[in-house]
């Protein structure tokens, strides 16, 4: 069974910087398509940044030129590298394939206060 394992999440103030990892239990994960996800209290699960296979990369509107999104073949590891930060962003934050294929993780959670 796919694991995805993501970390990286905590308390910061708006500003602030965070970069989040998600580690899949992939024997391909190189050949996969991945996305980052947020939901946050009380509302529905969001897409937040894709990464294809080939490198080309996707970004909601609400992140675009503050979050980048990277990944590592040789780690099985997808990142979130979150600037300026804002209270809007507070969230957990999932990780899967690009389109969902596996079952979420426990997720990260990413609180930013004012």
């Known amino acids: 069974q796919v694991q995805l394992v993501e970390s990286g999440g905590g308390l910061v103030q708006a500003g602030g910087s965070l970069k989040l990892s998600c580690f899949a239990s992939?024997?391909?994960?190189?050949?996969?398509?991945m996305a980052w996800h947020r939901q946050a209290p009380g509302k529905q699960r969001e897409l937040v940044a894709t990464?294809?296979?080939?490198?080309?990369?996707h970004y909601a509107d609400s992140v675009k030129g503050r979050f980048n999104i990277s990944r590592d073949n040789g780690k099985n590891t997808v990142y979130l590298q979150m600037n300026r930060l804002k209270p809007g962003d507070t969230a957990v934050y999932y990780c899967?394939?690009?389109?969902?294929?596996?079952?979420w993780g426990q997720g990260t959670q990413v609180t930013v206060s004012s």
């Open positions: 992939l024997n391909t994960f190189g050949e996969h398509d």
């Open positions: 899967n394939t690009y389109p969902q294929m596996y079952f």
């Open positions: 990464l294809t296979s080939g490198g080309s990369t």
